[in-house]
């Protein structure tokens, strides 16, 4: 039986109904699929539970089922900048587990592959892993995560054939190969579908036998779901202080560096990497070697970091899956994480994905990094909007690691996180200010601290 079906409409048909659940494929709005979205909608289905690394944002994506209030729950790493999405989880209109984001990659791939569950670093210790059972591996603490699967998977490729095999674009792969093997049905929507034996076997990502229905989308609109561009276009939130302390940052770099940066401050380290210096930088939804930043007139949406920048590639980048990417994250394969941050306690804690009752905004692939890179910096503003320190004994926000942090880059210092010390401990470790920024005082910064801390200054 054929498995190509003319529209996005006639593809879902007979699949759907209320209270079932539904895995998307995307990160952001970069490889999702916009036409069986849109079909879904139509489709009046409610009471659903959608799994995804988001779900889109407002009126656009999977967001436009959180309008029409066909959600139930969603899974997913990151709320992101779906104000709507945000709203209904705070009013209790929305059941929403959160996910960390290689978690969720890789549950997805393990119900995909028939494995139930498995442990993992990640979490360990924070709100996340809260009832799940535990166990030690050479001594160290992980958490068992189960498999996901779901009743539908709905994912996009660039290229497809008629027997179901998908080439997906770039970091429009991101979500999607996982996706594809999660469910009970497959259905996939391509940009370009083929007659069998068009595409190479060899550069096949997602093979047939994953895929029970196919159809060719139209007019993809690609949305941006947020950049940041040099030049005449750059971001008004690009002041003196946040240049000063990604500057700072930056020389926490070495040659030879594979580097994650977060979003927020950490994204404008990768404008001040020294002249001369090889740094390979990485980024979650699939992709290793980030070059310069583009013109606003250069913009390419299968090459979005969502949340992040606008990017383009060097020679020798590469191009692969969310799961892959965590692998490498999981793996301790990447040398240097750059963070922004709520809240660092003195002890290394680390807290920086949502504040109880005002704002949600997930885990994202904050705690894969803090849980497997082999150094996390923080950088954040030294205090929070209504001057009260964001550098305490004791983080009060849910934290997304523990002991992790090694350096802390501020408005107005640096401090080194010694390990042993913490919690107001002992003088052999805890804080270590060693560097003033400029027509900053000592005093400045003990009014500010809500930790103690020894004085070594450069």
């Not at 994506?61 to 209904?88: C, D, H, P, W």
């Not at 990094?369 to 205090?383: D, N, S, Y």
Request: aromatic share 6%; net charge neutral; hydrophobic share 40%.
């Amino acid at each position: 039986m054929s498995k190509v079906y003319p529209s996005a409409k006639a593809a879902l048909a007979g699949l759907l109904h209320d209270n079932m659940t539904i895995a998307a494929g995307g990160f952001g709005l970069c490889g999702i699929p916009e036409n069986l979205i849109v079909a879904l909608r139509d489709s009046g289905a409610k009471g659903l539970t959608i799994v995804g690394n988001n779900a889109g944002v407002d009126g656009f994506g999977m967001g436009i089922l959180l309008t029409t209030r066909q959600v139930k729950k969603v899974m997913a790493s990151y709320v992101g900048e779906n104000k709507e999405f945000e709203r209904q989880v705070l009013a209790g209109e929305l059941e929403l587990e959160l996910i960390p984001q290689g978690t969720l990659a890789e549950r997805l791939r393990a119900g995909g592959a028939g494995i139930p569950g498995f442990y993992t670093r990640t979490a360990f210790g924070t709100k996340l892993a809260e009832g799940k059972e535990t166990k030690v591996f050479d001594g160290k603490e992980y958490v068992l995560e189960p498999g996901i699967r779901a009743e539908v998977a709905l994912v996009k490729a660039w290229k497809g054939d008629k027997s179901g095999n998908l080439v997906f674009r770039k970091t429009a792969r991101n979500f999607n190969p996982m996706i594809a093997t999660c469910a009970k049905v497959c259905v996939a929507e391509v940009e370009e579908l083929v007659e069998v034996g068009q595409l190479d076997p060899d550069s096949i990502h997602t093979p047939g036998i994953y895929v029970d229905r196919i159809n060719q989308g139209v007019n993809y609109e690609k949305r941006i779901e947020f950049r940041t561009v040099q030049g005449a276009a750059a971001s008004k939130k690009e002041t003196p202080i946040r240049e000063l302390m990604a500057r700072r940052a930056a020389q926490e770099l070495r040659d030879g560096y594979y580097v994650n940066l977060g979003i927020g401050i950490p994204t404008l380290v990768a404008n001040f990497i020294p002249a001369g210096m090889n740094v390979t930088l990485q980024s979650e939804n699939g992709l290793l070697g980030i070059g310069p930043f583009p013109a606003d007139d250069q913009v390419d949406p299968d090459l979005i970091n969502a949340g992040k920048q606008t990017i383009t590639t060097i020679p020798g980048s590469a191009f692969f899956s969310s799961a892959d990417s965590f692998a490498m994250i999981r793996g301790g394969h990447i040398d240097l994480s750059i963070l922004g941050a709520l809240e660092v306690a003195d002890n290394g804690d680390i807290a920086n994905w949502m504040v109880p009752g005002k704002m949600v905004k997930g885990p994202g692939g904050a705690m894969d990094l803090v849980a497997g890179v082999r150094r996390v910096v923080a950088v954040m503003e030294h205090t929070a909007k209504d001057g009260s320190p964001k550098i305490l004994q004791q983080c009060t926000l849910p934290i997304t690691g523990k002991g992790v942090v090694s350096l802390i880059i501020t408005d107005l210092c640096v401090f080194e996180v010694k390990p042993g010390g913490g919690q107001g401990g002992s003088a052999s470790g805890g804080l270590v200010l060693t560097e003033l920024h400029p027509g900053v005082s000592l005093d400045d910064v003990k009014a500010k601290t809500g930790a103690p801390f020894a004085v070594a200054l450069k």
